[in-house]
């Protein structure tokens, strides 16, 4: 049977180009897909009336699996991109033959969480995002250690969220706010699992994670030092390391 793909799914506000400083030792080993989801990066808003919801963007994941003629992937996602992975598993359990969860949460925002995601798509809408949304989001999503000692990593994720189309933070934020909790979900998978946070990500913190991994049996759980949130772009190697380690152990043979 052939090796199984990767498909990784950025987080919010940015695009597929978060996943840039893990591509060259992930696509050495494995068949590795990083689309862009709906309204980000190169991907269009479709036009539709239905309340934002992760299940429409879970439906496109299925859709660029039927166009590709797989009848399965590990779905990897950090922070929005793990909530989207659930929702496929939620969605379409058979499609998905391993999950790597990375600086994300099974359970469903609290009110004021959400809240605020209805402020910042407001905004967004009226004002556009260029500017105001990465300094906001600037201190929580990456580690002390990475602003202050890493610039160019700092610049480049600033650049990343002032890239993006108002119209797609918007929709994103409002279905991120209105997703269920997904432990059940993660509970009734029966495939390999790893799950890595960064020691200092404070928006998924590493009892997050540790809820995560204990629901899905079997699961692993990586933590990263010195990384906060976007360990992707925080820290590349350990991130590609405890990948291609715990897929050598799980699904090498698959």
């Not at 597929?16 to 980000?40: C, E, F, K, N, S």
């Not at 105001?132 to 700092?154: F, G, I, K």
Request: net charge negative; aromatic share 2%; hydrophobic share 50%.
């Amino acid at each position: 049977m052939a090796e199984l793909p990767l498909i990784l799914l950025h987080a919010f506000p940015v695009d597929a180009r978060m996943w840039d400083p893990v591509r060259a030792p992930l696509a050495a080993r494995l068949r590795l897909i990083t689309p862009d989801q709906r309204g980000l990066g190169r991907t269009p808003l479709p036009e539709t009336e239905r309340a934002p919801s992760l299940d429409d963007a879970a439906r496109d994941v299925v859709a660029l699996l039927d166009k590709l003629g797989l009848e399965r992937a590990v779905l990897g996602g950090c922070s929005m991109g793990g909530y989207l992975a659930m929702a496929v598993l939620r969605l379409a359990p058979e499609r998905v033959g391993g999950l790597v969860l990375i600086d994300t949460k099974a359970s469903a925002d609290a009110p004021e969480a959400a809240e605020n995601r209805a402020r910042v798509a407001e905004r967004a809408e009226a004002e556009g995002v260029a500017g105001w949304l990465a300094e906001s989001m600037l201190p929580n999503v990456l580690a002390e250690r990475t602003r202050t000692e890493r610039p160019e990593t700092v610049q480049a994720l600033r650049e990343l969220m002032d890239a993006q189309p108002p119209s797609g933070v918007a929709w994103a934020a409002r279905a991120m706010a209105a997703r269920p909790d997904s432990l059940d979900v993660l509970a009734a998978a029966r495939v390999p699992a790893l799950v890595v946070v960064g020691e200092d990500d404070t928006l998924t913190p590493p009892e997050a994670a540790r809820a995560m991994a204990d629901a899905v049996p079997g699961a692993e759980l990586v933590t990263l030092p010195g990384a906060g949130h976007l360990t992707p772009l925080e820290a590349p190697e350990g991130l590609a390391r405890a990948i291609l380690t715990w897929w050598d152990r799980h699904l090498a043979q698959e």
